[in-house]
C-alpha cells in the first residue's frame, strides 16, 4: 500500500470515527421487511380501454346523482348505465372487487362516491393480534409477505397482494369525484404487493398514519391522474420496484414527500452518465405543501422531468442517509424541464408547539398543518445529500429562502456501512447544467437567496459556469458534455463549519419535540446559530491571543501595527460572514485575505526573535490566504482536504504557542547612562 493510499484510508477512518461520535441516531423514514428488486423482465403496463369486469359503488341514488350532475353528458350517461348495472351486480367496497379478482387482467371500474372500506377498519384480533414481527422506530410491525396475506387488514385499508395486471380506474370526470378515506385508522389506504403490472388511474387516496398509495416489489407499475393527501408521511410510495410510470398525479399536506419512488430499482449501478434506460419516470405531477415535494432514500435511476415541485419546505430531495434501503448510495436520477420553486414553508413550529403530538385526526391536515418528519433544510429547492452520477439540466429553480441546489455527502456508516473505504463513496459526479436559476419561466426575477451550497466533498461535481451566490463562491464548472469538468476537487470530507452545521441539524426528532437549538432550519438566528458561535468564538480567542502578541512583542513595530488592524477587521467580518444573508457573498473570502495578511506580516516581523513561531506563523498565514483563493477564485484541485482544516489544526496549535511566546516575554533592558567627560561643570 503507497503512503498516499495509507494517508488517506486512515484520515477517511479517522473521519468516520469523529462522525459516529458526533452524529445522534436518527429515526428511519421508512422501514420496510427485506426485499429484493424485481429481475427487470416487467415493461410499464398499458391502460386497456372497453368494459370493465368488476364494479364498485355506493346504493345512495341520491348521493349518486348530486356527485355526477355536473358531469358531461357523455360521461353522466355512462356513469349512470355503470350504477345500473353495479347496483344489481357489483360491490359496495374496493376491497370485495379486489378479492373477487381471480385472474390477471381484469379491469376494476369505482364509480363517483366516498369508500371508508367499513369492513376492513377493525383493529386486529384473534391471530391477528398476536403475529411475531419486530417494530420499526415509528412503532409499526414490519410484516413479512406471508404475515401481510395472513392479515392484510392490519395495517392497509385496501390490500392488493400478488394480483397480476390489475387495474383500478374511477368513471369521475375528476380524480377527486372518487375518494378512498383511511380517516387515520391504517399505515396506508391501498397497498399494491407484489403485484406486477398494476395500474391506478383517476381517483383520490387521502388521510393515513403513512402513507396513501403504497407500490412494493412491482415489476410494472403506472400512477395516472392519482391525487393523495394530508398523511403521517407520503403521498405516494413506490419501493423496491422497477418499470414504473407516475403521471399527471398530484400530492400534497405529506409529513414526509408526495412522490417517494424509494429504493427503484438500481439498473444503472456501475456505469457513468450512459445509461440504457430508467426503473421509473415521473412526469406532469405537481407536489406541494408538503414537507418536501419529492424524496428518494436510494432513488436510482429514476426519470423526473416536467413536474412541478412548489410551495413546499423542500422541492426534491435524494439521498443515501438511512439504512435498510436497497440500491445505496443512492445514483443515476435525472431531472429535467421541472418547475422548482418557491419551496419556502416551514411546518417546524407545528413541532414545537405540541400541534404534531396530538393524534393524527386532531391535528389539523386538512386546514393546513404538516408534521415534518426528519430534518429538512426550508426554503432549498433539490438537495442531494449522498447521491453519485445524478444529472439536473434545463430546471427552472427560483424563489427559494435558502438555497437552489443544496449538495453534501453522507458517510457509509450512517446506512450502516462500516468499510473504511466506503466512508467517502458519495457526493461524487451530480451535474447541475442549463439551469435557469433565479427566474422563473417567463423571465421574472425570482433570485434564490444562494443558486448554491455545497459543503465542498466529493469529485467531479459540476455547475453551470456564472452561477449567481453560491457557498462556497469557486465551484467546478461543467463543460460541455457530461463528465467534462474544470476546476475539480477531489476531497474526503466537507468544510469544516458546514460539517458542524449538518451535525447539529440532524440532531432532529418529531416524537420527541426535539429541534436542534443553534440550527437555522429550526429558526435560530443571529448568535443562536452554530456558524455564527464558531465564528465568534474563534474571533474571540485569536483577538485576544493575537491582541496580547502585539502588545507585549509588536506594538513599537508599524507595519505589524497594521497588520494586526486588519486581522481585528478580518475576524470581525468572518463573524459578519457566518451570518445567513453574507454567506454566499465574498465576505467570508474577504475575511480570509485580511486574516491572512495578519498573520503572514506578524510572522514575518517575529522571524528574528523567535525564528520558529515565526516561520509556522508564516506558514498559518499563507494557508489562510491560500483559503481564500479556494473559496473565491477556484477550488484547489487533487487535495484529500481543504485548506480550512488544516489552517484550522495549525490555528490550534499556533494558539497554544502565542500563548507561551507572549508570556515569555522579557522586558527590554534599561539604556545605560553615558559616562561623564572629564572636567565636566556639575
Known amino acids: 500500500m503507497s503512503w498516499t493510499r495509507w494517508f488517506r484510508t486512515c484520515l477517511v477512518g479517522l473521519l468516520a470515527l469523529a462522525l459516529a461520535l458526533l452524529t445522534a441516531p436518527t429515526a428511519q423514514a421508512h422501514e420496510e421487511r427485506p ?24 346504493t345512495d341514488r341520491a348521493d349518486f346523482e348530486r356527485r355526477i350532475a355536473g358531469f358531461p353528458q357523455a360521461l353522466k350517461d355512462r356513469n349512470r348505465t355503470l350504477f345500473a348495472r353495479c347496483t344489481a351486480s357489483g360491490y359496495r367496497h374496493l376491497q370485495q372487487a379486489v378479492d373477487a379478482v381471480r385472474t390477471p387482467g381484469r379491469n376494476i371500474a369505482v364509480l363517483p362516491g366516498l369508500y371508508e372500506e367499513e369492513p376492513f377498519t377493525a383493529e386486529p384480533a384473534g391471530a391477528c393480534a398476536q403475529l411475531k414481527a419486530r417494530r420499526s422506530q415509528l412503532g409499526y410491525q414490519i410484516l413479512s409477505y406471508a404475515q401481510q396475506k395472513q392479515c392484510p387488514h392490519n395495517q392497509n385499508l385496501v390490500a392488493i397482494l400478488g ?16 375518494v378512498i378515506d383511511a380517516k387515520y385508522r391504517k399505515l396506508n389506504a391501498i397497498r399494491a404487493d407484489g403485484s406486477d403490472g398494476i395500474y391506478f388511474r383517476n381517483f383520490t387516496a387521502q388521510r393515513t398514519t403513512f402513507n ?39 400530492s400534497y399536506g405529506n409529513g414526509d414527500s408526495g412522490i417517494y419512488p424509494g429504493s427503484a430499482s438500481d439498473i444503472n449501478n456501475g456505469r457513468g452518465y450512459d445509461v440504457p434506460r430508467y426503473s421509473i419516470e415521473i412526469t406532469g405531477c405537481r407536489s ?44 443515476h436520477a435525472r431531472f429535467e424541464r421541472n418547475l422548482i420553486h ?55 429553480v427560483y424563489g427559494h429562502a435558502r438555497a437552489g441546489f443544496f449538495l453534501n455527502a453522507v458517510p457509509a456508516f450512517i446506512r450502516g456501512e462500516d468499510a473504511w473505504a466506503k466512508q467517502t463513496d458519495t457526493s461524487h459526479h451530480n451535474r447541475y447544467a442549463g439551469n435557469v436559476l433565479g427566474k422563473d419561466r417567463a ?71 426535539r429541534l436542534p437549538a443553534g440550527c437555522d432550519w429550526y429558526g ?30 509588536l506594538r513599537h513595530h508599524r507595519v505589524a501595527t497594521a497588520a494586526t488592524v486588519l486581522g481585528a477587521a478580518g475576524l470581525a467580518l468572518d463573524v459578519a460572514g457566518s451570518t445567513t444573508g453574507l454567506t454566499s457573498g465574498h465576505v467570508p473570502a474577504l475575511a480570509l485575505l485580511l486574516t491572512g495578511i495578519w498573520w503572514t506580516v506578524t510572522g514575518l516581523a517575529l522571524r528574528t526573535e523567535r525564528p520558529w513561531f515565526g516561520r509556522t506563523t508564516v506558514l498559518l498565514g499563507c494557508l489562510t490566504l491560500l483559503d481564500a483563493f479556494d473559496k473565491a477564485v477556484v477550488m484547489i484541485p487533487w487535495t484529500p482536504l481543504g485548506p480550512a482544516w488544516i489552517r484550522g489544526l495549525l490555528a490550534v496549535v499556533w494558539v497554544i504557542w502565542a500563548v507561551v511566546a507572549a508570556a515569555r516575554h522579557t522586558a527590554r533592558p534599561a539604556p545605560v547612562a553615558a559616562p561623564e567627560r572629564a572636567g565636566a561643570v556639575a
Open 163 to 178: 394480483k397480476k395486471d390489475l387495474q383500478i380506474e374511477g368513471t369521475g370526470a375528476r380524480r377527486t369525484d372518487v
Open 443 to 513: 423571465g421574472r426575477s425570482a433570485p434564490n437567496a444562494a443558486d448554491v451550497w455545497w459543503d465542498g466533498q466529493g469529485g467531479g461535481n459540476c455547475w453551470d459556469p456564472g452561477s449567481g451566490a453560491s457557498t462556497p463562491r469557486a465551484l467546478p464548472e461543467c463543460g460541455a458534455r457530461p463528465g467534462e469538468v474544470s476546476g475539480g476537487s477531489d476531497r474526503l470530507v466537507g468544510e469544516p463549519v458546514k460539517l458542524a452545521q449538518l451535525l447539529v441539524c440532524s440532531d432532529y426528532n418529531v416524537q420527541a419535540r
Open 288 to 331: 406541494h405543501h408538503n414537507m418536501v415535494g419529492y424524496s428518494g432514500t436510494a432513488g436510482d435511476s429514476v426519470y423526473v422531468h416536467d413536474n412541478e415541485f412548489d410551495h413546499n419546505m423542500g422541492g426534491a430531495s435524494m439521498d443515501s442517509a438511512f439504512p435498510g434501503h436497497p440500491g445505496l448510495p443512492q445514483n
Open 524 to 553: 435560530a438566528t443571529g448568535i443562536a446559530r452554530v456558524e455564527t458561535q464558531l465564528a465568534l468564538g474563534t474571533a474571540a480567542v485569536l483577538a485576544l491571543v493575537g491582541g496580547v502578541l502585539w502588545w507585549r512583542r
Open 35 to 58: 426485499v429484493a428488486f424485481p429481475d427487470g423482465s416487467g415493461s410499464v403496463p398499458a391502460h386497456r380501454g372497453g368494459e370493465p369486469d368488476l364494479l364498485v359503488c355506493k
Open 342 to 396: 418557491d419551496n419556502n414553508e416551514n411546518y417546524y413550529p407545528y413541532v414545537a408547539d405540541g400541534t404534531c403530538a396530538k393524534p393524527p385526526a386532531e391535528r389539523g391536515y386538512e386546514r393546513g398543518v404538516v408534521c415534518p418528519q426528519i430534518s429538512m433544510p426550508p426554503g432549498t429547492g433539490i438537495i442531494t445529500a449522498g447521491g453519485n452520477w445524478n444529472r439536473y439540466e434545463n430546471n427552472w
Open 212 to 250: 396513501s398509495l403504497y407500490v412494493l416489489a412491482a415489476d410494472g407499475f403506472v400512477i395516472d391522474d392519482v391525487l393523495t393527501r394530508w398523511n403521517d408521511e407520503y403521498g405516494f410510495l413506490t419501493f423496491a420496484s422497477d418499470h414504473g410510470l407516475y403521471k399527471n398525479c398530484e
